[in-house]
T-cell receptor, first 111, second 115 residues
């Protein structure tokens, strides 16, 4: 599965949009982009995933570039409760056994 | 519907002791996983199972054993505990048929310290 690169940390003002980037330049055609987050020491929580098209759900939006080499997770109106480590994962649709949770991006939402 | 339940939440072991971390899920999921997370790091896959009676190694299986006798339970056994096994352990489950939703469901974690 393709590797991902994320910035180690980011800040965002409360109420503003948080845009978290992820590079996956070696992604192959059958690999999905998944986003998870981990709040404090809790277990990671699924956010969203996509293959080619942009996706939106009640938590976030996922924007995937046309060449699929990078993506951005958007939290439209960040709150203090969105402070967490965010993981970008690229994997084939094979039920999660090849998911690699790297160091992620530590997002701090500031009041 | 409790989801994924892990016990114990905290445990201190002496070097050389053995113990079992318990994991149970009530979502009828086929796949179950054990991860470990060291401080400031991501999660590393220890073992996973695609169904009862089937287990397979992940990235860091040495020093651990698992079994999957039922769909619901996936215990992780530590034999001869070492300080390097001090970590937070997460159990997760996924998929009960149809299209994979992309979602792994995680337990709250078990914090293990080996002294």
């Amino acid at each position: 599965d393709a590797k991902t690169t994320q910035p180690p940390s980011m800040d965002c003002a409360e109420g503003r949009a948080a845009n978290l980037p992820c590079n996956h330049s070696t992604i192959s055609g059958n690999e999905y982009v998944y986003w998870y987050r981990q709040i404090h020491s809790q277990g990671p929580q699924y956010i969203i995933h996509g293959l080619k098209n942009n996706e939106t759900n009640e938590m976030a939006s996922l924007i995937i570039t046309e060449d699929r080499k990078s993506s951005t997770l958007i939290l439209p109106h960040a709150t203090l409760r969105d402070t967490a480590v965010y993981y970008c994962i690229v994997s084939r649709d094979n039920y999660g056994q090849n998911f690699v949770f790297g160091p992620g991006t530590r997002l701090s939402v500031l009041p | 519907n409790a989801g994924v339940t892990q016990t114990p939440k905290f445990r201190i072991l002496k070097i050389g002791q053995s113990m079992t971390l318990q994991c149970a899920q009530d979502m009828n999921h086929n796949y179950m996983y054990w991860y470990r997370q060291d401080p400031g790091m991501g999660l590393k896959l220890i073992y996973y199972s695609v169904g009862a009676g089937i287990t397979d190694k992940g990235e860091v299986p040495n020093g651990y054993n698992v079994s999957r006798s039922t769909t619901e339970d996936f215990p992780l056994r530590l034999e001869l505990a070492a300080p390097s096994q001090t970590s937070v352990y997460f159990c997760a489950s996924s998929y009960k048929g149809g299209l994979f939703s992309g979602e792994l469901f995680f337990g709250e974690g078990s914090r293990l310290t080996v002294l």
